[in-house]
């Protein structure tokens, strides 16, 4: 049996296609399956939709959780991995779409059941994501990645992103990943359980952000490796969630103890040091921003609009230092 699990935020149109596909799939699926789906207080008629579901896609068994309030990604994952009963255990966002390459893909676990396997997730357009799949992070590869200092280097030196995200990685033929994104990843339940760290896949200190990268870092200490099969092509909508939530409050969870700064004092990378480069960062935005209002000021170019933009980038570009102390 396979167990398909996924959690749901604000997601009626994605798990409604998510459904639909995976009904689809499973019409000429051998395999056994149950279909795990914890609903974090939706809003926007999520909850009704999945309770419908129950009764018109038998085929799914949909096992529904419909959480009073909004507790994470993490913590939502780690109930519904121990709650599951299956074999293999498929951890995908409803932003998905199945296809008949799922059990193709499938078949190449059963093959390598060692290995935690992801696929080559493709954006609607059908354009290749290389953001979900990354190398593990080090102090250069945050500095480059996530601050204005960086991106304005990476001008010059781009290696070192292109490198953390395999940018321009053309992958061929199956090849091992350092840090398998949570958005479809497939793993067999002994190779799941080799990763559990007091029964738990993610750490619930990071709800949001940064916990798979967290588990790949375990992975890493537990000898457990990944492998991208690019034979096999998921549609993936990437951070619909994300795009409806409040940015102070994901730049937060994305830069604060609940982010980065934790990962950094789990993994003694100098938290610190990140927080007084991001300091440094602002500084650096600010400047750059106030230079460019007043050149564009001087030479009349910028209007109310662009003017108000300017503003706004500055913003939130010194969040992520405030962000970073919380």
Request: charged residues 25%.
């Amino acid at each position: 049996m396979i167990s398909i699990l996924t959690v749901t935020y604000n997601s009626r149109k994605e798990i409604e296609r998510f459904l639909l596909s995976l009904s689809e799939m499973l019409k000429n699926f051998s395999l056994g399956a149950e279909t795990r789906i914890w609903d974090n207080a939706s809003s926007d008629g999520t909850a009704q939709y999945l309770l419908d579901s129950q009764r018109d896609f038998h085929r799914l068994a949909i096992l529904l959780k419909l959480s009073s309030k909004n507790v994470g990604l993490s913590k939502a994952v780690n109930s519904e991995i121990a709650d599951s009963r299956g074999e293999w255990i498929l951890l995908c966002n409803p932003d998905v779409e199945f296809s008949n390459e799922v059990p193709k893909l499938l078949e190449f676990a059963f093959s390598h059941p060692e290995y935690g396997v992801v696929p080559d997730l493709k954006n609607p357009d059908g354009t290749t994501q290389r953001s979900i799949h990354r190398r593990f992070p080090s102090f250069t590869r945050i500095l480059f990645e996530y601050t204005s200092l960086g991106g304005y280097s990476s001008r010059f030196i781009s290696f070192v992103r292109d490198d953390y995200k395999y940018s321009h990685t053309k992958f061929a033929s199956p090849n091992r990943i350092e840090q398998p994104g949570g958005s479809f990843l497939l793993l067999h339940r002994k190779t799941l359980n080799n990763l559990l760290e007091n029964g738990k896949l993610f750490d619930e200190r990071f709800p949001v952000f940064w916990n798979d990268v967290d588990m790949s870092m375990r992975a890493k200490a537990r000898g457990v490796k990944f492998v991208i099969a690019p034979e096999f092509r998921i549609l993936h909508g990437f951070g619909h969630s994300i795009k409806k939530a409040n940015r102070e409050m994901l730049l937060t969870l994305f830069f604060g103890s609940y982010g980065l700064i934790g990962f950094a004092r789990k993994w003694k990378m100098h938290p610190r040091v990140i927080q007084t480069v991001l300091f440094l960062d602002a500084i650096f935005a600010l400047f750059l921003g106030l230079v460019a209002k007043f050149a564009h000021h001087r030479s009349g170019e910028l209007g109310a609009q662009g003017s108000g933009h300017v503003v706004v980038t500055m913003r939130w570009r010194i969040m992520k230092f405030w962000c970073s102390i919380h």
